[in-house]
């Protein structure tokens, strides 16, 4: 009896216990510090195994595939899939998505988590479907990907593109097939759904979300219709990764690995060449970017910076700032430093109220602080990564480095900054950003110059006889066309005649369009050929305004009926060359202001001038039928309006002030901080970290950017400073004059405290 | 602690300065004579003191009135600070120079001065810890100590100046009594 009892109780402790295994998920880790592999079969988002030899294959999901042992609810809520995460959650700004127009000189700070001078999806009427094909190229899914309510945007093609998942092996694919810039186009294509299959390289996909119908849907299948063109997306996967039960080998690292990090979190220095470039210290040791931006299956990614720990992450985040590894967190105190190999600092001879204003960061990370900061690009705001024929890369926004600001700890940190650059309304001094296709129709003309100039110029290059490709020489500078619809310049040969002219670009120099000729005599037959040409092709320009005439002397020529025909002009026209005649008014191939537009913005970052901004301000007025004060530009830290009398003037605004985040990579080595060359790297009348010059850019060319002083971003006196910098200059003699006094003050004491000593050994031995 | 270390070096400093006043209260019936005005150049010995105890309180008001606030001494007042100290270190060592005679412990010292050992002892006392609150800055300076020294050159030079202050009062207070048995 008492067997059969002692074998009931262990039978319910063994089921206790086998239950108490069976609790523990997949997910958690058992402790064997082994990655396992992942040899698994890949399943579409109806949950049904993929056959890669069945006949119109689904591409794979993340969230059926990964989620049966790894919680995909847990995970999507992480900061990296969470782009509207609560400020309060996370402290430090984060970099901002910027919505980039170059065409309208648009380039608005976005972020869904609320920090200052950024504005919220919501507040520029942005969906969730437009959030997620304007950045979806850098964001590895969930989020914006995956919306709540797929019809809140009645312009949203959710059904045809599918949902853009939290992608796992967007970071942890450690196969050499993972290609985050595929991703990046199948997002551009709206292949939502295909995107993730492509990247990760289990098969190819073709087609285009985009440009099928919007009542096309997954089960459809091809278009019978089109081949080419309208093409479905498809996708056909490589069947040597599977293997007979279906099962890829999904090559993975729990930590990701550093070039998946990069693809969205690169920064580089505009014009720098690969081989300049030195990365972090920490990467040069072998140290990766998982090693201490480390996380949990939450997916609440330790950021590595001093207070993180208020901001909700567990106690241990700490250990992974630059304090934490180097000098030891307060939780884990100074007996937890040296974490992965960190050494100590040294320090020696920095007064400890460094290390309670400044940030580590402030004089080991990002570049040495210059005169003026220096213009850098990072992977999300100026698209890079993207590889291909063509370059995905945008000047704007033009984003500056290193700007040293207080953080909200109080501490002093460098800051990456960029200015907002965007067509507003303007009402009772509110400004509200107007979203770039509001005013692309008030700016035809106006801010499409180099367009116009390029279309000019590709329409001349139909004249197929001309003896060179059609250039504008404009102020000892030849205007050619790109490839891109836009122009670029070169200078002109020294022997070339001033001033603007149109010429061809031949193998002779530069010639003009017409062969010069008498128009009092009879027209040769060889130059009216030309002249006939070149008036055809700059007829065949879709945006011409009117007939192309050619004006030579008080003679007009024209083309009729496929010749050119000569009228005198009643009076000696003002213009002369080609020109266009509408309404019997003879007008220039392009307005003054268009070829000034070009002659100040081509080869340039910057995209607008002033005589453009003010021309549109007034165009925005006559097309919503308002007054000019009720629209204004904003660029280069100041807010552009039209005064009464037209005029453009530039004011401060809190609309235009800059957005920030800081900065902590790269880290320098030791040897380049701030303060490896002494006291005065910081603590001169002219160190830059103080009186460096910050100015503010955009896309407006103007002088009357805002321009300010570094130690105006700190919050520190400048005078101060100033004065603290030069009692630097006689700090050697101070230090020498009080070792003098602290020497001699020993040395008296000595001389009179010693007999007093020697008296009291006397009165022991009896001699006192 | 630190603030209620601060709180006795700010008492210490303003019964130092009322010391100070007794002392000079005593130097006027004084009028200079007796075994205590032995120096050569008394009036040169005056103006060294005062300079001395002037920028001395300023340095103890401007460090524990920081401290006091909980806050790191910067901007004009670490200036002022820094000042004061080059002042008082100038003139501590001529003052010392100048005195050093008066508060010997030879034999025949004892013939020369009103002082009582306990005061002479004092006053070397406040001499060897004032070369500590100068020196170490002075070592703070120099590029030798690291960041957690650089920690304890702070807190030593705080407690220095403490207890620079605690002598400075008893000792400028003993001067006056002196003075004044002269007087007598």
């Known amino acids: ?768 | 602690m630190l603030q209620l270390l601060s709180a006795l070096g700010l008492l210490g400093t303003m019964l130092f300065v009322l010391a100070c006043f007794r002392v000079r209260q005593a130097s006027r019936a004084w009028a200079g004579s007796g075994p205590a005005a032995t120096g050569r150049f008394p009036r040169c010995e005056q103006l060294l003191l005062w300079c001395a105890s002037a920028s001395f309180t300023a340095l103890a008001l401007s460090g524990f009135t920081v401290r006091l606030r909980d806050e790191a001494l910067t901007g004009y007042l670490l200036l002022l600070h820094v000042c004061c100290g080059a002042v008082l270190a100038a003139t501590f060592t001529l003052a010392l120079l100048v005195m050093a005679a008066r508060f010997g412990f030879e034999a025949e010292a004892k013939t020369r001065t009103a002082y009582s050992w306990l005061h002479r002892l004092g006053f070397w006392w406040f001499a060897a810890i004032l070369i500590g609150v100068i020196a170490t800055p002075l070592v703070a300076m120099l590029p030798l100590a690291g960041t957690h020294d650089q920690e304890l050159l702070v807190a030593l030079h705080r407690l220095l100046a403490l207890a620079a202050v605690v002598l400075a009062m008893l000792l400028t207070r003993a001067e006056a009594r002196v003075r004044a048995s002269l007087r007598g």
């Open chain 1, 1 to 768: 009896m008492k067997s059969r009892l002692a074998a009931g109780v262990l039978s319910l402790l063994a089921a206790a216990a086998l239950r108490q295994g069976c609790l523990l998920s997949a997910a958690e880790w058992d402790g064997n510090r082994t990655t396992p592999v992942h040899l698994l079969p890949l399943v579409d988002e109806a949950g049904e195994a993929i056959v890669p030899a069945a006949p119109r294959p689904m591409p794979f999901s993340a969230r059926q595939t990964c989620g049966p042992c790894h919680d995909y609810g847990t995970v999507a809520g992480g900061f990296h899939f969470r782009p509207d995460t609560p400020a309060k959650e996370m402290t430090r700004p984060v970099e901002p998505w910027f919505w980039v127009d170059s065409a309208t000189g648009t380039q608005v700070p976005v972020s869904g988590h609320g920090w200052p001078h950024t504005w919220s999806p919501a507040e520029l009427g942005l969906t969730e479907w437009q959030s997620t094909r304007l950045w979806g190229r850098h964001f590895p899914g969930g989020g914006w990907g995956e919306p709540a309510d797929e019809l809140a945007d009645p312009e949203a093609r959710w059904d045809v593109s599918g949902k853009v998942e939290a992608n796992c092996l967007a970071c942890h694919g450690a196969s050499p097939h993972q290609d985050p810039s595929e991703w990046a186009k199948q997002i551009a294509r709206e292949n939502f759904r295909w995107a993730a299959t492509a990247a990760a390289g289990f098969g190819e996909v073709g087609g285009m979300a985009s440009r099928v119908h919007e009542s096309w849907r997954l089960l459809d299948g091809p278009n019978p219709d089109d081949h080419l063109y309208a093409v479905p997306p498809y996708i056909e996967y490589d069947a040597d990764q599977f293997d007979r039960k279906h099962r890829v080998l999904v090559e993975v690292s729990h930590r990701a690995p550093d070039r998946n990090c990069l693809f969205c979190h690169s920064t580089t220095a505009v014009n720098a060449e690969r081989w300049e470039t030195d990365g972090d210290v920490h990467s040069r040791a072998g140290i990766q970017c998982a090693d201490c931006h480390r996380n949990g299956l939450d997916h609440r990614i330790i950021r590595g910076y001093d207070g993180e720990v208020s901001a909700g992450q567990s106690g241990s985040a700490a250990d992974f700032s630059c304090r934490g590894c180097h000098l030891g967190s307060a939780q884990a105190d100074a007996a937890g430093a040296g974490r992965l190999g960190a050494p100590r600092p040294q320090h020696r001879g920095l007064p400890p109220i460094h290390l309670e204003s400044l940030s580590c960061t402030a004089c080991h990370s990002g570049p040495r602080p210059a005169t003026t900061p220096r213009q850098v690009r990072t992977a999300r705001a100026n698209r890079l990564g993207i590889h291909g024929r063509a370059q995905w890369l945008t000047d704007a926004p033009q984003i500056i480095e290193p700007v040293f600001m207080k953080t909200s700890d109080g501490r002093i940190a460098p800051h990456r900054v960029a200015w907002p650059a965007f067509w507003a309304r303007v009402e009772d001094d509110h400004v509200t950003p107007m979203r770039p296709e509001a005013v692309d129709l008030a700016a035809k003309g106006i801010l499409d110059v180099q367009q116009q100039l390029a279309g000019i110029l590709l329409a001349l290059r139909n004249d197929t006889e001309a003896p060179g490709p059609a250039v504008l020489v404009m102020g000892g500078v030849v205007y050619t066309p790109t490839v891109d619809g836009r122009v670029e310049a070169r200078q002109a040969p020294p022997e070339s005649a001033p001033g603007c002219w149109w010429a061809r670009d031949s193998k002779e120099g530069l010639l003009p369009l017409v062969p010069p000729f008498d128009p009092a005599a009879d027209l040769d037959p060889a130059v009216a050929a030309r002249v006939l040409a070149t008036l055809q092709s700059l007829a065949l320009w879709s945006d011409a305004p009117g007939e192309p005439v050619l004006v030579v002397g008080q003679t007009c020529y024209a083309v009729a009926n496929a010749a050119v025909t000569p009228t005198p002009l009643a009076t000696p026209p003002a213009l002369s060359g080609c020109l266009w005649q509408k309404d019997g008014q003879l007008l220039p191939l392009l307005p003054d202001f268009a070829l000034a537009a070009v002659a100040e913005t081509t080869g340039r970052h910057e995209t607008l001038t002033e005589a453009q901004v003010a021309r549109l301000l007034q165009a925005l007025a006559q097309q919503e039928q308002k007054p000019t004060s009720a629209f204004a530009y904003i660029s280069s830290g100041k807010l552009f309006r039209l005064t009464a009398n037209g005029q453009l003037e530039a004011v401060d605004h809190e609309a235009a002030d800059p957005c920030s985040w800081p900065l902590a990579h790269d880290v320098r080595p030791a040897t380049q901080a701030l303060g490896s060359g002494g006291c005065t790297d910081c603590h001169a009348p002219d160190a830059p970290i103080l009186f460096g010059t910050v100015t503010a850019k955009g896309p407006l060319v103007t002088s009357r950017q805002a321009v300010s002083r570094m130690h105006h971003w700190h919050g520190l006196q400048a005078p101060f400073h100033r004065l603290f910098a030069w009692t630097f200059v006689t700090r050697p003699v101070f230090k020498v004059a009080l070792a003098v006094a602290v020497g001699a003050m020993a040395l008296v004491v000595l001389a009179f405290v010693l007999p007093g000593v020697r008296r009291i050994a006397g009165y022991f031995t009896g001699k006192g």
